[in-house]
């Protein structure tokens, strides 16, 4: 880690996006070292006392968790560990190839504090309200920018699209309860979108539908797609050279007056830069999805959750080796000893269970990024995969990354095993009122990204 990030290099990085857990900048100085690279760096929720910094690494319940991977357990600090965590976990279950590992570079509290300073004016206002940069963390992660091909000539252009495809398979575990069986026909997306509606987290309910963008079929993948570009949050962008022209910054602006504007603008710009019609540029990502199988591991991983959170949950206490909180609550003989089961299980059987879990968390909650550019004369010989599109008589070669594959802390699991409950049951409250969920919902006043 020798590169060192001071004061005085603040003003060459610009605000780029952010989600729940980072800020991410992007290089605007001369080093040709950095050109092409973002920075992520990490935030800390408002109210808590405690800055990344200043807690342990990894717990100690993680350390036994994660055990079997040295480097992760033995990381100075949350970023490095973040780092071992894709590269010695994430990397063997998505495969190297869509996995950029990037670098820890050493940043000063003065060069954290100037950027928390210049950033101020772009981040979302209910971002700012969240969390700040954690100005007592001393390293922040270095990575390519995948919304930019590095070494495209000035006047070549770079298309990209980002997605985060969230959950793409229906559970089907015994352990879910027959009172919420309705999790193994309806997806968790579908059903997070009406909570997220009542709490004013979202203005309209996504068709989206990740079963089509898992489906491998194409034609189901471009619907995926315009249901996608109809409706983004914070599940679709689109980067024109490296900018961003669709979709919310740093999470998800979805007001629907907002998009028709956004919308007309984007293809606008779509079209003048590449030539690109819409509908070829929604096909060209289908066709990349289809074609390079990219999210066949990805799907694969998510599955490690066997369980669901209604299983894995009991497998938790086993490990913190508390009275299980759920057992506690359920009157029910018969799940009891369903349940039973799991609580006999021998340790490592337990450190399994939650380790696959947190595994297909963080592939459940992770991005794509998939870049394009045009193929002069329709070949290449950079190594890319290259598409071509016969709408519109150009060929395309794309790279395919994932981003955001941090490790989900352990200490999340009760948050799992009641948001599950949370979403399972608005849903369902609201089917009985009648009608779809959608029907019944009143509008929340908690305005998030509205
Ligand atoms: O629980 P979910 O499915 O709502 O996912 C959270 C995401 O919400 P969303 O995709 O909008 O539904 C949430 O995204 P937003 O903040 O809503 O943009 C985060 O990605 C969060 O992960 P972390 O706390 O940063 O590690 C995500 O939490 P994890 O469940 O991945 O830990
Ligand atoms: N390597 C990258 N290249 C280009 N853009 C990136 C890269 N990494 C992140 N970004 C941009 O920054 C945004 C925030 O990054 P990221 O998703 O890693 O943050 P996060 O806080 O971990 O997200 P989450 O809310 O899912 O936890 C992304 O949505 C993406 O637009
Ligand atoms: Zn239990």
Same mark, same amino acid.
């Given at each position: 880690?020798?590169?060192?990030?001071?004061?005085?290099?603040?003003?060459?990085?610009?605000?780029?996006?952010?989600?729940?857990?980072?800020?991410?900048?992007?290089?605007?100085?001369?080093?040709?070292?950095?050109?092409?690279?973002?920075?992520?760096?990490?935030?800390?929720?408002?109210?808590?006392?405690?800055?990344?910094?200043?807690?342990?690494?990894?717990?100690?319940?993680?350390?036994?968790?994660?055990?079997?991977?040295?480097?992760?357990?033995?990381?100075?600090?949350?970023?490095?560990?973040?780092?071992?965590?894709?590269?010695?976990?994430?990397?063997?279950? $998505?495969?190297?190839?869509? %996995?950029?590992? &990037?670098?820890?570079?050493?940043?000063?509290?003065?060069?954290?504090? @100037?950027? /928390? #300073?210049?950033?101020?004016?772009?981040?979302?206002?209910?971002?700012?309200?969240?969390?700040?940069?954690?100005?007592?963390?001393?390293?922040?992660?270095?990575?390519?920018?995948?919304?930019?091909?590095?070494?495209?000539?000035?006047?070549?252009?770079?298309?990209?699209?980002?997605?985060?495809?969230?959950?793409?398979?229906?559970?089907?575990?015994?352990?879910?309860t027959k009172a919420n069986a309705i999790k193994k026909s309806v997806t968790r997306f579908r059903m997070h979108q009406f909570l997220k509606l009542h709490q004013g987290e979202v203005s309209k309910v996504s068709e989206?539908n990740?079963?089509?963008?898992?489906?491998?079929?194409?034609?189901?993948?471009?619907?995926?797609?315009?249901?996608?570009?109809?409706?983004?949050?914070?599940?679709?962008?689109?980067? $024109?050279?490296?900018?961003? %022209?669709?979709? &919310?910054?740093?999470?998800?602006?979805?007001?629907?007056?907002?998009? @028709?504007? /956004? #919308?007309?603008?984007?293809?606008?710009?779509?079209?003048?830069?590449?030539?690109?019609?819409?509908?070829?540029?929604?096909?060209?990502?289908?066709?990349?999805?289809?074609?390079?199988?990219?999210?066949?591991?990805?799907?694969?991983?998510?599955?490690?959750?066997?369980?669901?959170?209604?299983?894995?949950?009991?497998?938790?206490?086993?490990?913190?080796?508390?009275?299980?909180?759920?057992?506690?609550?359920?009157?029910?003989?018969?799940?009891?000893?369903?349940?039973?089961?799991?609580?006999?299980?021998?340790?490592?059987?337990?450190?399994?269970?939650?380790?696959?879990?947190?595994?297909?968390?963080?592939?459940?909650?992770?991005?794509?990024?998939?870049?394009?550019?045009?193929?002069?004369?329709?070949?290449?010989?950079?190594?890319?995969?290259?598409?071509?599109?016969?709408?519109?008589?150009?060929?395309?070669?794309?790279?395919?990354?994932?981003?955001?594959?941090?490790?989900?802390?352990?200490?999340?699991?009760?948050?799992?095993?009641?948001?599950d409950q949370k979403i399972v049951n608005f849903y369902m409250k609201s089917e009985d009122l009648g009608g779809s969920p959608y029907d019944s919902i009143t509008q929340g006043t908690?305005?998030?990204?509205?």
């Amino acid at each position: 880690m020798a590169m060192v990030l001071r004061a005085e290099d603040a003003k060459d990085w610009t605000y780029k996006g952010e989600g729940a857990a980072n800020i991410v900048l992007s290089y605007r100085g001369s080093s040709l070292f950095l050109l092409g690279k973002v920075l992520r760096i990490q935030k800390f929720p408002k109210g808590s006392t405690k800055s990344v910094n200043g807690c342990a690494v990894l717990s100690r319940h993680e350390k036994l968790l994660w055990g079997d991977v040295e480097e992760l357990v033995e990381s100075k600090s949350r970023d490095i560990a973040q780092q071992n965590y894709i590269k010695h976990v994430m990397s063997h279950m $998505l495969g190297p190839k869509y %996995i950029d590992e &990037g670098i820890c570079v050493t940043v000063s509290r003065e060069f954290l504090e @100037s950027i /928390e #300073k210049n950033v101020h004016d772009q981040r979302p206002a209910w971002r700012i309200n969240a969390a700040k940069v954690d100005t007592l963390c001393a390293s922040a992660f270095l990575i390519s920018d995948h919304s930019v091909f590095a070494g495209t000539p000035r006047e070549g252009f770079c298309v990209a699209v980002e997605i985060k495809p969230k959950c793409g398979f229906l559970p089907s575990s015994e352990f879910i309860t027959k009172a919420n069986a309705i999790k193994k026909s309806v997806t968790r997306f579908r059903m997070h979108q009406f909570l997220k509606l009542h709490q004013g987290e979202v203005s309209k309910v996504s068709e989206y539908n990740p079963l089509d963008l898992f489906s491998g079929s194409k034609d189901r993948i471009y619907q995926a797609m315009t249901t996608l570009f109809a409706n983004p949050q914070n599940n679709f962008r689109i980067f $024109l050279n490296g900018s961003l %022209i669709f979709g &919310g910054l740093g999470g998800g602006i979805d007001s629907a007056a907002v998009q @028709s504007d /956004e #919308k007309n603008t984007a293809i606008k710009d779509l079209i003048k830069g590449s030539g690109l019609q819409l509908p070829g540029f929604l096909e060209l990502i289908a066709e990349a999805i289809f074609s390079s199988g990219v999210l066949d591991q990805l799907l694969g991983t998510q599955k490690l959750d066997v369980l669901d959170i209604e299983g894995a949950i009991h497998a938790y206490y086993n490990i913190i080796s508390q009275p299980c909180m759920v057992c506690k609550n359920s009157g029910d003989p018969e799940l009891l000893d369903q349940y039973s089961l799991l609580h006999s299980l021998p340790l490592d059987k337990s450190l399994k269970i939650l380790r696959d879990y947190l595994i297909a968390a963080t592939a459940k909650d992770c991005s794509l990024m998939i870049s394009f550019r045009p193929v002069q004369g329709g070949s290449t010989a950079s190594g890319y995969n290259s598409i071509f599109l016969e709408s519109s008589n150009q060929s395309f070669e794309y790279k395919a990354y994932f981003i955001d594959l941090d490790m989900k802390p352990l200490e999340k699991m009760v948050h799992y095993y009641e948001l599950d409950q949370k979403i399972v049951n608005f849903y369902m409250k609201s089917e009985d009122l009648g009608g779809s969920p959608y029907d019944s919902i009143t509008q929340g006043t908690k305005d998030r990204k509205i």
